[in-house]
């Protein structure tokens, strides 16, 4: 069993900066990968961020150049740096932990989900 334990999120104002920090506890040793998602009211969920056991980072078009993703995946934990928020940004934020399953396949691991909220 993996948790996922998410903290940061809330309310910032158009342009402001906010940042999301994410703590990988339990069976912790086979995740390779940890990251980011979010999902807005009406909308499907969407990779934001992504950065791998070689510190390699992903990010989705919509937030290069604004945010950044860092971490310690020998700890896993990732943190979300966030600046220049728009409201296209406001969505439920889940943090995403990933280890290789059988062959092709691998497993995600889901936190609970935290709100940003982006006010003008």
């Known amino acids: 069993q993996v948790q996922l334990v998410e903290s940061g999120g809330g309310e910032v104002q158009l342009g402001g900066s906010l940042a ?4 990988a506890s339990g069976s912790t040793s086979r995740i390779n990968a940890m990251g980011w998602d979010r999902q807005a009211p009406g909308e499907e969920r969407e990779l934001v961020a992504l950065l ?4 390699d980072t992903r990010y989705a078009e919509s937030v290069k150049e604004r945010f950044s993703i860092s971490g310690d ?4 934990t990732v ?7 728009n ?5 439920v934020y889940y943090c995403n932990a990933i280890e ?7 497993t995600d691991h889901w936190g609970q989900g935290t709100q940003v909220t982006v006010s003008s």
């Open 20 to 23: 999301l920090s994410c703590a």
């Open 52 to 55: 791998n056991n070689f510190g």
């Open 73 to 76: 995946l020998v700890k896993k």
């Open 79 to 85: 943190r979300l740096e966030m600046h220049n928020l």
């Open 87 to 91: 409201s296209g940004d406001t969505a």
């Open 100 to 106: 290789p399953a059988a062959g092709p396949r691998w």
